[in-house]
């Protein structure tokens, strides 16, 4: 199995924010995940370390030219 490196591309303050700029990547065919220590969403006062948006290596460009229009 190939090991694929992820990258943050952004920090966001919370969730929901993180959550709709992962749609604008969806929407231009970059696959992303939200990594946000929050016991699973039982706990979100614990999103004080932030929320990450994190992508593929090899998309981070893309991911950026993408977050950069939708800011």
């Known amino acids: 199995m190939k090991h694929t490196e992820l990258v943050i591309v952004r920090d966001y303050l919370n969730k929901p924010e993180a959550e709709m700029a992962q749609g604008a990547l969806q ?3 970059v696959r992303s995940m939200i990594r946000a220590d929050d016991a699973g969403g039982n ?3 614990l999103w004080m370390g932030g929320v990450k948006l994190l992508v593929r290596a090899e998309d981070a ?3 950026a ?3 950069g229009r939708a800011k």
């Open 43 to 45: 706990e979100p006062n």
């Open 65 to 67: 030219e993408v977050l």
């Open 27 to 29: 929407a231009a065919g």
């Open 61 to 63: 460009a893309r991911a």
